[in-house]
């Protein structure tokens, strides 16, 4: 199982990982981004995953560089 954080107060509001699925991140009341399905611990958010592909490619695209993943 691979490990995906992001940390929101880096979160830019860009949109591009929304953009790439909108299944696995989405916007908060706060217009954040946010890992579905994830817990949330002191305002960030944490998944595990098996399949980090879609992960991967929305940290390369991150503009606020908030989204890191960990095999």
């Known amino acids: 199982m691979a490990q995906i954080i992001l940390e929101r107060d880096e979160c830019t ?3 591009h990982c929304v953009e790439l699925d ?3 991140f989405t916007f908060d009341d706060d ?3 946010t890992l579905v399905g994830s817990e949330r611990d002191d305002n960030v958010d944490e998944l595990e995953v098996e ?3 879609i992960y991967e490619e ?3 695209n991150c ?3 908030c ?3 960990y095999d």
């Open 58 to 60: 929305a940290e390369e």
């Open 22 to 24: 909108e299944s696995l």
């Open 51 to 53: 399949d980090t592909a």
């Open 13 to 15: 509001m860009c949109g």
């Open 63 to 65: 503009t606020g560089e």
């Open 67 to 69: 989204i890191e993943v």
């Open 31 to 33: 217009d954040r981004a």
